[in-house]
């Protein structure tokens, strides 16, 4: 497959940057200051909890190796794919892109650290306009947790823009979590509800349900006719006595810190989110408190587009 190298555009010239760089488009992403550190810092932990918890990085896929170039779509701090560059050294390019700009400057001095800049390139772009990318690229198009950013009325041009950029016979895949973590914490359970009821008013989850996204993903997939569509279904499960425990309650205390113009904006104000929050906080210092999270990947073959 695929050699690595400029990729050609459709007209076969190279992709240079374009000498007026697009006007950025204000951010569907739930926190909108594509700067703010504390989320670069729990996107940081977030990926090391869910990457372990879901036991690798494509933990479903029977054949890997038939991978060449691969496509990570809201890639974030680059975690996701640099742990694919190790995981597989035969993957020939590993692209990642996203809106912001400070999170790849993050992922490639990542990438450079760990050694595998040679082979991912991190790109800036907006996924809701267009991919960047010649038709039929990819052996592999991925993402995950991107129903943070997308709205319902997205994902049809997102997954034909998916089809056109990967291979036919590719794979397309898709990881969601639900929205709700599940606890003996009622503060945590209150504050999760926010912020369902904020996503769901946003326009982003089909449903004003937790599963409002998760539930959604093998039917969008064969709607738009991608093929042999299957689903892993995970329950992560975190202890709080242990490290992932302590990753998962760092990941809470800042989340429903960047949420919180979100949740205003979208669900209106609550009252008591500050006296929540700190009882959350308490709750999360509590060693036997476990929590479950559900997830799910859905993944299909790709007839090309
Ligand atoms: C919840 S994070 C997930 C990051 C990564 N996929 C992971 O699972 O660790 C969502 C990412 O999507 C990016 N994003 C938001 N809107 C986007 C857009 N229109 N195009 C590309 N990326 C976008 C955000 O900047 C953020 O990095």
Redo the contacts with the bound molecule.
């Keep these: 497959m695929g050699q690595r190298g400029r990729i050609p555009e459709q007209g076969g010239a190279s992709v240079t940057s374009s000498p007026q760089q697009p006007q950025e488009q204000p951010?569907?992403?739930f926190v909108q200051d594509?700067s703010n550190e504390a989320e670069l810092t729990r996107?940081h932990i977030?990926?090391q909890m869910?990457t372990k918890a879901m036991g690798g990085v494509l933990p479903e896929q029977p054949d890997p190796s038939r991978f060449s170039r691969i496509l990570?779509?809201?890639?974030?701090?680059g975690?996701?794919l640099i742990e694919a560059a190790q995981t597989y050294p035969h993957l020939s390019l590993l692209i990642g892109?996203?809106?912001?700009r400070n999170?790849l400057a993050y992922a490639r001095d990542q990438a450079e650290a760990q050694g595998v800049s040679e082979r991912v390139e991190f790109q800036v772009?907006?996924?809701?306009r267009r991919l960047d990318f010649p038709r039929h690229y990819f052996d592999l198009v991925n993402?995950?947790?991107?129903g943070?950013?997308l709205r319902t009325w997205d994902w049809p041009k997102l997954l034909s823009e998916y089809q056109r950029v990967c291979k036919p016979g590719g794979v397309i895949r898709l990881t969601e979590s639900d929205l709700m973590a599940y606890s003996s914490s009622e503060a945590l359970t209150r504050l999760f509800e926010l912020l369902v009821e904020a996503f769901h008013q946003a326009g982003h989850f089909f449903t004003a349900k937790s599963d409002g996204v998760v539930s959604e993903l093998a039917r969008l997939l064969q709607q738009h006719g991608v093929q042999q569509v299957q689903t892993r279904a995970y329950k992560m499960e975190f202890r709080m006595a242990t490290e992932s425990g302590q990753h998962f309650a760092e990941d809470m205390r800042l989340a429903f810190r960047t949420s919180l113009p979100f949740i205003r904006k979208w669900r209106g104000p609550s009252e008591d989110y500050e006296e929540l929050y700190q009882r959350m906080l308490n709750d999360l210092r509590q060693p036997n408190l476990v929590i479950t999270w559900p997830m799910l990947t859905a993944w299909g073959t790709n007839v090309g587009a």
């Design positions: 951010s569907t992403y594509r996107l977030q990926d869910l990570d779509v809201g890639c974030g701090t975690d996701w892109v996203d809106a912001s999170l772009m907006d996924a809701l993402h995950r947790a991107a943070s950013w």
